[in-house]
């Protein structure tokens, strides 16, 4: 059964998750703000829920159309088929937003979709009251300049919860966001990749888990595994792919350190459940510290910034510090710093090669990138 899909994303990450969505081998129809839409089957719904890296969510597409009163909210809702996937015990309660259009209470376009899908139901089954006790079919609705899109989530909890990081220091960067810069530093995997402000560990280990070939998704559920409509098996295929394509073997070598030792302690204990501790240097020092030994390699950072750990004096000090270093002491290193910070330059002393804005949350940020020169 082909059918639409829908992955959701932090703005700026759509091409990278488009990107991903090919690799996997299926066709993108559309790529949007915050949103990429491709052709798939149930197993396109298990692969891409274990092996997209960048992206938020994963929905199947139930219907688009433009809406601008209660009364076509409801008609276009009611007439999809709900029935294809809700069945008479389960539970589809709804949720979405609402940006520049007419309906514009979110309270109200939830209470009449609600009202639309239980009325479909009804007719579908011939019954009056859904005791909602079964599996979970969440509805989302966006609403953007009165056009609608109606979706069922597959995923449960967002993608950028891997599983691995039960516990994080203050302001974790999202596992989404830190595989997105990861992967535009396009570093070696049998070469030296390096974060000096580790954290909780998450850039690091998402650039183990690129080495090795882990699927993000490995070790955890997701809502579409209880749905009547796919087989168990698919599940399971898609589980023993993705396992069977781990590379043990990688080479890449990874130095993560922070002056912080609880960071190291979470950053030590992350790395082991990911399963990817036997790539990394784990140690306590400060980034005037890290001298790597080799000549050339890949860093890669979020280091502290103003609404982050550290006022805006002292960031700015630390920004100056960094660029001091890098320049200095390691010159055929690249260098990749994600920061909301728009005068980094002027503090870093150096103006960079390329830069590339991406969200962290609801913070504009960019990733300022800086080519070593001999790499």
Same mark, same amino acid.
């Given at each position: 059964?082909?059918?639409?899909?829908?992955?959701?994303? +932090?703005?700026?990450?759509?091409?990278?998750?488009? &990107?991903?969505?090919?690799?996997?081998?299926?066709?993108?129809?559309?790529?949007? $703000?915050?949103?990429?839409?491709?052709?798939? $089957?149930?197993?396109?719904?298990? *692969?891409?829920?274990?092996?997209?890296?960048?992206?938020?969510?994963?929905?199947? &597409?139930? #219907?688009?159309?433009?809406?601008?009163?209660?009364?076509?909210?409801?008609?276009?809702?009611?007439?999809?088929?709900?029935?294809?996937?809700?069945? /008479?015990?389960?539970?589809?309660?709804?949720?979405?937003?609402?940006?520049?259009?007419?309906?514009?209470?979110?309270?109200?376009?939830?209470?009449?979709?609600?009202?639309?899908?239980?009325?479909?139901?009804?007719?579908?089954?011939?019954?009056?009251? %859904?005791?909602?006790?079964?599996?979970?079919?969440?509805?989302?609705?966006? +609403?953007?300049?009165?056009?609608?899109?109606?979706?069922?989530?597959?995923?449960?909890?967002?993608?950028?919860? *891997?599983?691995?990081?039960?516990?994080?220091? *203050?302001?974790?960067?999202?596992?989404?966001?830190?595989?997105?810069?990861?992967?535009?530093?396009? %570093?070696?995997?049998?070469?030296?990749?390096? $974060?000096?402000?580790?954290?909780?560990?998450?850039?690091?280990?998402?650039?183990?888990?690129?080495? /090795?070939?882990?699927?993000?998704?490995?070790?955890?559920?997701?809502?579409?595994?209880?749905?009547?409509?796919?087989?168990?098996?698919?599940?399971?295929?898609?589980?023993?792919?993705? &396992?069977?394509?781990?590379? !043990?073997?990688?080479?890449?070598?990874?130095?993560?350190?922070?002056?912080?030792?609880?960071?190291?302690?979470?950053?030590?204990?992350?790395?082991?459940?990911? #399963?990817?501790?036997?790539?990394?240097?784990?140690? !306590?020092?400060?980034?005037? !510290? %890290?001298?790597?030994?080799?000549?050339?390699?890949?860093?890669? =950072?979020?280091?502290?910034?103003?609404?982050?750990?550290?006022?805006?004096?002292?960031?700015?000090? +630390?920004? &100056?510090?960094?660029?001091?270093?890098? *320049? /200095? $002491?390691?010159?055929?290193?690249?260098?990749?710093?994600?920061?909301?910070?728009?005068?980094?330059?002027? =503090?870093?002393?150096?103006? =960079?090669?390329?830069?590339?804005? +991406?969200?962290?949350?609801?913070?504009? =940020?960019?990733?300022?990138?800086?080519?070593?020169?001999?790499?």
């Amino acid at each position: 059964m082909v059918m639409e899909l829908i992955i959701t994303t +932090l703005f700026g990450m759509e091409a990278l998750v488009a &990107k991903e969505v090919r690799k996997l081998g299926y066709e993108v129809t559309e790529v949007t $703000d915050g949103r990429v839409t491709f052709l798939g $089957d149930y197993t396109a719904i298990a *692969r891409c829920n274990l092996w997209i890296r960048c992206g938020e969510r994963l929905l199947i &597409k139930m #219907g688009e159309a433009t809406v601008t009163t209660f009364d076509e909210l409801f008609e276009f809702t009611k007439h999809l088929p709900w029935e294809d996937w809700i069945e /008479k015990e389960d539970a589809f309660p709804v949720k979405g937003y609402s940006l520049k259009s007419k309906l514009f209470s979110v309270p109200g376009c939830q209470s009449v979709i609600k009202k639309a899908v239980v009325s479909a139901l009804e007719e579908s089954y011939g019954q009056k009251w %859904f005791p909602e006790s079964g599996t979970l079919y969440q509805i989302e609705f966006s +609403l953007i300049k009165d056009k609608l899109t109606l979706m069922i989530d597959t995923s449960g909890q967002p993608l950028h919860k *891997r599983g691995y990081r039960k516990n994080s220091n *203050r302001a974790p960067l999202k596992e989404t966001i830190a595989a997105a810069i990861v992967t535009l530093t396009h %570093f070696r995997y049998d070469g030296v990749f390096a $974060d000096p402000f580790c954290g909780s560990g998450t850039i690091p280990i998402e650039a183990g888990l690129i080495a /090795k070939n882990i699927a993000p998704g490995i070790h955890r559920d997701f809502s579409a595994m209880q749905f009547a409509q796919i087989p168990k098996k698919v599940w399971k295929d898609a589980k023993e792919e993705a &396992k069977s394509l781990i590379r !043990e073997d990688s080479k890449l070598k990874i130095l993560a350190s922070d002056i912080d030792p609880e960071a190291i302690r979470l950053t030590t204990h992350n790395a082991k459940v990911a #399963g990817v501790s036997n790539l990394m240097e784990i140690s !306590e020092k400060p980034v005037a !510290e %890290f001298f790597p030994k080799n000549p050339v390699g890949t860093i890669c =950072c979020n280091p502290p910034y103003g609404e982050r750990l550290l006022d805006e004096k002292a960031c700015r000090i +630390l920004y &100056k510090e960094m660029g001091q270093h890098f *320049r /200095k $002491d390691l010159p055929g290193w690249s260098v990749f710093v994600l920061t909301p910070e728009e005068k980094f330059e002027d =503090c870093y002393g150096k103006f =960079c090669d390329k830069k590339r804005k +991406l969200y962290n949350g609801m913070i504009k =940020c960019n990733l300022f990138q800086y080519f070593g020169e001999k790499n």
